[in-house]
């Protein structure tokens, strides 16, 4: 394989060898370096949305061993709070970030690590409220590059072996 210029193409993965993702996956949340440390979390898989973007209550700066980082709350379950769980991260930056309604905003970075069934990989995540929205997390494409391929007509696809939700059952 070439790329346009006529020279050899590199670190890109074929289409059939890299694993299919559904539109709305589980995923469990961490620090980047070690295992994830949430419950499952249920995220849309957004082709659409440039960035990975995660529902967080309230945040606080922290000094980790790396440097600066932020200290957050996250509901993992859409319709609970006795879940609450606090993260801290890596912050990485702070991004103008255009939702789908067009408003713009100014929004923390932080480097997380993403389990998805039995992928992990590291992610730049926006921190945000999303209150209103069906999801607690976006798996945007910036994360999905050169890892997954999707399939938009189908969900769950990499689910835990040791815990695979059953499609029927209501949604947390």
Do not use: C
């Not at 898989?45 to 000094?63: F, I, K, Q, W």
């Not at 980082?69 to 006795?82: D, K, N």
């Not at 999303?130 to 999801?135: Q, V």
């Amino acid at each position: 394989m070439t790329d346009r210029g006529g020279g050899a193409r590199f670190g890109r993965p074929r289409p059939g060898l890299l694993p299919v993702v559904g539109w709305r996956e589980w995923v469990r949340l961490g620090p980047p370096e070690r295992a994830p440390v949430t419950p499952l979390l249920k995220v849309k898989v957004d082709t659409g949305a440039r960035s990975s973007a995660l529902h967080v209550v309230s945040m606080e700066p922290v000094e980790l061993e790396a440097g600066p980082g932020l200290r957050f709350l996250i509901h993992p379950h859409q319709a609970s709070r006795s879940d609450a769980l606090w993260l801290a991260a890596p912050l990485v930056d702070r991004r103008s970030v255009r939702s789908s309604s067009g408003q713009e905003t100014l929004r923390p970075v932080v480097h997380l690590g993403i389990r998805l069934g039995t992928h992990a990989f590291p992610a730049e995540v926006t921190l945000t409220r999303r209150d209103r929205m069906r999801f607690r997390m976006l798996l945007g494409r910036t994360a999905l590059r050169d890892r997954f391929l999707v399939d938009p007509a189908r969900s769950w696809l990499q689910s835990e072996p040791s815990s695979p939700p059953d499609p029927r059952a209501p949604v947390p």
